[in-house]
């Protein structure tokens, strides 16, 4: 682990599950799948992520969930960006969205600084 690495964390929230993908620095994204949503399974992912990197950004889509995702991990002293769907720059005629896609592209221009927060 380095001193000045970033883990880069997306987030496709859903009322009951929330798809993670991450990547450290420049590295490639990796997405390990689903986690819920209560306190124990943030507790859990969080706690994982942190034995990746000492700096941790979170970045998930704005939605009908709330922000009750962002006040969580601001309060463990985590970085956490909302970002309006309607801003994440996409390509032409990219239609087809799942969770997994939302979430690594999320973390790509997240990385990139090409979102805006909410």
């Known amino acids: ?58 970045v998930y889509e704005a939605g009908p969930c709330g922000y009750g995702l962002y006040r969580q991990l601001v309060n463990k002293g985590f970085d956490c960006m909302v970002c309006a769907p309607s801003l994440i720059p996409k390509k032409p005629g990219e239609r087809v969205k799942t969770d997994r896609r939302d979430a690594i592209r999320l973390v790509r221009s997240l990385r990139a600084g090409d979102l805006s927060a909410v």
Do not use: N, W
Request: proline content about 3%; overall charge negative; some cysteine.
């Open 1 to 58: 682990m380095e001193h000045d690495s970033t883990l880069y964390v997306g987030c496709d929230v859903h009322k009951d599950s929330i798809t993670i993908a991450y990547a450290l620095d420049a590295g490639e994204v990796e997405l390990p799948g689903k986690t819920g949503t209560t306190q124990a399974d943030i507790d859990r992912l969080c706690r994982r992520l942190q034995s990746k990197a000492p700096r941790i950004r979170f």
